[in-house]
């Protein structure tokens, strides 16, 4: 099987009801998608990954009602973050409805939900009349794909169909948080600042993303984003690439460089590095280079979550 590329989201829909499995662009990255209430096509998910079955599933949907209906109950803090960042690039863990399958969850009492904003998928997912599960679309521990064509590279022969929905506005995934004991709880920086959780909620959230054998989200393992070359992060890169190192910038101006100098952001834009950054980190990967040493970016906004993925990368 080789995927078709196309652009309807009503083939999508369509295939996705047939129980099959279809990439479907978000706002954040490419996803791939199933439905999440079958079981057969959940499981089918995890094997085209090789994703381990103990790390469980978001569930999409294309409102917060239809979302939060696989919710058991809603704390007036997630109420307040679905209503200010929906549909956005945040996930919510809730406790669970009994109507999804074990495997979305992988056995907890908790589920993570969330509205993607990409026009593309909103139109799939109105469309169905069940939540699709979607983890990123990419084998697992690899780099998330933010084109279709990242996609067809990596997936292209384990799925039906990608929808082509052009490269993802934001590039890093959405940001997780958790209510353990009613605490708003960050356990993945990703595409909606801490910041902005906080003054939404108008109080300090606890960050909880560091990994361990049993981290909090699963997914977060440390190596999860490794390009599979030595990596070392530094806070300034006084060096020149090589074709046996690559050297990756942030905000180096304008000043004309080798074709092993990378930079997530010429003119020091954190939303246009986090938007670079799988790219580059892909690049890095199939550029046949030894090792790379990457600059770290501000410790602020979307800063949090692309030197959280660099350091992970690291090591
Ligand atoms: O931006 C995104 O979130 C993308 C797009 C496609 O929506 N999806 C994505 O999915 O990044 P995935 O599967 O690659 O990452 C989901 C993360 C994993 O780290 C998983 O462990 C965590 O969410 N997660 C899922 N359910 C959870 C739960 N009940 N409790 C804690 N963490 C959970
Ligand atoms: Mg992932």
Not at 116 to 121: E, G, K, M, Q
Request: proline letters at 8%; aromatic letters at 4%.
């Amino acid at each position: 099987m080789r995927a078709i590329i196309g652009t309807d989201p009503e083939e999508a829909a369509r295939r996705l009801s047939a129980g099959q499995l279809v990439a479907l662009p978000t706002e954040t990255v490419y996803g791939l998608g199933g439905n999440a209430l079958n079981a057969t096509a959940v499981g089918n998910i995890f094997s085209a990954k090789n994703r381990p079955s103990f790390d469980p599933l978001i569930l999409h949907q294309s409102t917060p009602d239809r979302v939060l209906a696989y919710a058991d109950s809603v704390p007036d803090e997630a109420q307040q973050l679905a209503g200010a960042c929906w549909p956005g690039p945040l996930t919510l863990v809730l406790p669970r409805a009994a109507a999804i399958p074990d495997l979305v969850t992988s056995g907890l009492d908790t589920v993570a939900l969330r509205v993607p904003a990409h026009p593309l998928i909103r139109e799939v997912l109105d469309r169905v009349d069940f939540p699709v599960a979607a983890p990123s679309a990419n084998p697992f521990g690899y780099v998330s794909p933010v084109t279709a064509a990242h996609v067809a590279d990596q997936l292209g022969d384990r799925i039906d169909y990608i929808l082509d929905g052009g490269p993802c506005r934001v590039g890093l995934e959405s940001t997780i948080v958790a209510f353990p004991r009613g605490e708003p709880t960050v356990l993945r920086k990703g595409g909606t600042a801490v910041e902005d959780i906080e003054s939404v909620l108008g109080r300090a959230v606890a960050v909880r993303t560091v990994s361990s054998s049993r981290p909090a989200a699963p997914g977060m393992l440390v190596s999860h984003y490794s390009p599979g070359i030595a990596l070392r992060v530094v806070d300034r890169a006084g060096e020149r690439g090589t074709p046996d190192h690559a050297v990756v910038r942030f905000g180096g101006g304008t000043e004309t460089r080798g074709p092993h100098d990378y930079d997530l952001s010429a003119r020091g834009d954190l939303d246009e590095a986090a938007r670079n950054l799988f790219t580059v980190l892909r690049q890095l990967a199939t550029g046949g280079y030894g090792s790379a040493t990457v600059e770290l970016v501000p410790e602020h906004g979307l800063g949090r979550a692309i030197n959280d993925r660099l350091r992970r990368a690291s090591k």
